[in-house]
């Protein structure tokens, strides 16, 4: 039983950053192959925010935050980060954690039912 653990996220001014991180209770080796994070606004849909593939590090990056985030794979590709630089007010949301044990094209896997397992949540606030 795969667990995704998350932590970072707060409260930041307008500009400032954050780094949220996220480790799963099993090592690569039980076969993750992508992991993601998602944002949720109130009254909005979740939507991807970027993806990693932990076979070979390709990445996708939404729009919105593209050039101010970045997704990377800890050492032993059980752990998933995000850097936020220069956030904005926009950037306030319910910040999520996600993985798939599935290989899935990139275009599958901007959608949050691409992915099987899910972490809590952590809330990011940007004023």
């Known amino acids: 039983h795969v667990q995704l653990v998350e932590s970072g996220g707060g409260s930041v001014q307008a500009g400032g950053s954050l780094e949220l991180s996220c480790t799963a209770s099993?090592?690569?080796?039980?076969?993750?192959?992508?992991m993601g994070w998602f944002r949720q606004a109130p009254g909005k849909e979740r939507a991807v925010v970027a993806h990693?593939?932990?076979?070979?590090?390709?990445?996708f990056y939404a729009e919105p935050i593209k050039d101010r985030f970045t997704i990377s794979l800890g050492h032993s590709k059980d752990t998933v980060y995000l850097q936020m630089n220069d956030l904005k007010p926009e950037d306030t949301a319910l910040y999520f954690c996600?993985?798939?044990?599935?290989?899935?094209?990139?275009?599958?896997?901007?959608?949050?039912?691409?992915?099987?397992?899910w972490g809590q949540g952590t809330q990011v606030t940007v004023s």
């Open positions: 990693i593939y932990t076979t070979d590090g390709v990445t």
């Open positions: 099993m090592r690569n080796g039980g076969g993750l192959n992508s």
């Open positions: 996600a993985a798939s044990v599935k290989w899935l094209d990139w275009r599958r896997l901007i959608h949050p039912s691409a992915f099987d397992l």
